[in-house]
Every structure is written in structure tokens, then in C-alpha cells.
């Protein structure tokens, strides 16, 4: 049985999985203790489900349990990594290398520390979405302190080579942090193998609540050192003050667990139903996928229709589909996605582009009804569109 809305847009979040929700549930009115309480049971079992959640994260990304700081989502881990390592190193150097289809997270909080004296390298990507290693080398000065390439991107699914960037960053003895939070959960991530020194991650990305999340951080070879953003009671070994949220690293925890069981089988799965969308819709005249087919997230389609405006398949589908445009953070905006301009898409393709994001309960009966919606919504929206002949002239040609 088909139910509707259909949810399509797991790359904004995703919902708790029900077994995450059970490992959570005991920690807010029985054992609702403070993690920091040394002295009754209410605060060892509190700190017992943050012990277990800790070796959980870290087990998923192959790191030690102390490696882990527990945060409230990915962008203050961003923020932790980035101006942490400024606010350390700059006394060495002043220079970041990033690119420029980062998360906002990242990018945002460069132009913050540009204010403050940082220089900010933004590296350009390819069509597919790229960054070029070669390129990032170069770019490489003495000056440079922290490379900040993101694992996967949000809008278009697209890997970066993120074990050569790792590998060339480690030879020059320049810090590199990931944005993982696309990644980890739908692809393997190993944080050894990649020579990451700072690894952002994000529990609502993969079937765990919202409001936390963790930022690694390396403690041997080397042994990264970080400016604390918040201060107080020092917890998070001085690094992250503030109560820890024991239900969402609980759940955190179970979800990570979840994920290493089952990683596998949710590629499998969300891969074959968005070959099959995306198969079907590219069916459709004047239809093109953005991003790398190769090296890309396997549950995501970025999908650019020709002479159709995306606010307007939004409209029409939106009471049936839900569906993006883009990022969260950033639709709402009438500026086309940065990340589709920095591919080289014109405004107008960039503006006819939909994300579609599979989940692990997305079902074979939705993506067919998906298909059916929106082929017949781009249909009516070219037939109202009195340019589209000229349009479809022009693929012709
Ligand atoms: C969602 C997302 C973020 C922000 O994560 P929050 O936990 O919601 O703060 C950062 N980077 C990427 C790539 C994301 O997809």
C-alpha cells in the first residue's frame, strides 16, 4: 500500500529509525541523569549510555572512543574544527584551503575567520562536481595550515577523492578535515585509511535524532590540538563544555551501530531504486543528472529538466512528494544553488533542478508513483511554458 506524502528529501535529514528511538527512550525519565554527576547511579548510568555511544561512533569511522567530541549537529562541529585549528595554528599560518561547493557550515565559517585575517583558498570543482588533487596541491603553500574538502556533497551526491586529498595533506604536514555528514552511514568511512585528522558527522543524516552529532579529532600522528569554542564546565575533555545530551548520543550510538550492520544492504537497496528514477526520468526530453554517476552517493539523483522551473514541479508535486530544489539551508532563496552554478550550469538549469533523496524505507511502489508524478508534472509545466518550442528546438539541434 502506497502511502502519501512520500518522503524523497533524506539528505535534508531522515527519520529516527524505531530501534533508535528504543535505545533512546529510557534516557529521558529513568535514567535521565547528568553524565558529569560522579557520585549516584543517575550519573553513572548517564555516563555509562555516553561510553557505549562513543565507542559506537567511533567503531563506524575505525577511530578510538577518545577521539570523539560529541556536539549538537555538524555545523558546531564545523565550526569546532575550523576555528579551532585557526585559533591554534595561526601563529604558524593563516592559510585554509576549501572548495567551493562546501555546506554553508564550512563556508560561512571561513568568510568569518576571512574577517579575521585567515586566507581562504576556494578551490573551483569540475562539471562532475570534483575537486582537482593536483590542483589542491598546488594550491598548497607555507602557510597552509588546514585543508577542508567536504566527503560527499549534499546536493548532488558527489565523492571527493578524499583518501588522495588525505594522503597529499599528510606529505605536506597540513591538517585535513572532512564534512562527513553526507557520508557517513551511506558509505563506508574510515578515517585511517583516509588520513583524516577531523571528521564532521551529523546523527539526523542517518536515522538518529537532530541536535547531535560528533567532530574526531586525531590524538596520534599527529595529535591535533583545537581552540575551544564554548567554554564552562569542560567537558568533552575541555573541548565542548555544555551537559551532554545523553537520549541523543544513545541514539547516535545505535544508529552508528545500525549503520555497520547495515550500510551495506541500504546501498543495495536505495541504489537500485534510484538507478530505476533515475533511468525513467531521464526518459524525459532534455533531461541531465548533475554530479559524478561514478563516484557518488548511492541513495541520490540531482536531476536538471529542461524548460521547467523547479519552484513550479515543487508546487505541483509538493503536496504528494516531498522533495528539494537544493539544500535546505538555502531554498527559500531565489538565487539558483551555488553548488549547480560552480558545476558551470547556466541560471535557467540550474533553476529547472530537483534532489532526489532515497532512504532506507523508501519502497519500489513509491519511485514507481514518483516516476508516473513527476513525468506528467514536467509534461504540464512545459505545456505552459510558452517557450518551451523553442527549448526542445534547440536539444534537437
Ligand atoms: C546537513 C549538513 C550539515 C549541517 O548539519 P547539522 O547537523 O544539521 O548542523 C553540514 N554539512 C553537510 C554536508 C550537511 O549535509
Redesign the pocket.
Known sequence: MLHLPIYLDH???TPCDPRVVDTMLPYFSQSFGNAASRHHSFGWQAQAAVDQGREQVAQLINAEPTEIIFT???????NLAIKGVYETYNSKGAHIITCSI?????LDTCKHLEKKGADVTYLPVNEKGLVNVEELEAAIKSTTILIAI?Y???EIGTIQPVAEIGRIAKEKNVLFFS?A??AVGKIPVDVIRDNSDLL?L????FYAP??V?ALYVRRKAPRVKLTAQMDGGGHERGLRSGTLNVPGIAGLGKACQLCLDETQKDAAHTSRLRDKLEKALLKIEGTSVNGDAKSRLPQITNLSFAGVDSEGLLMALGKEIALSSG???TSGSLEPSYVLKALGLSNEAAHGSLRFGLGRSTTEEEIDYTIEKVSAAVQDLRGLNPFWKEVSAKLKR
Open positions: 539528505n535534508a535529514t549538537s549537529g555538524a555545523t558546531e562541529a564545523v562546501e555546506h554553508k557550515a564550512v567536504m560527499a556533497n549534499n564534512d555528514t553526507q564532521a551529523s546523527a539526523h543524516k537532530k541536535g552529532g539544500s535546505a539551508c
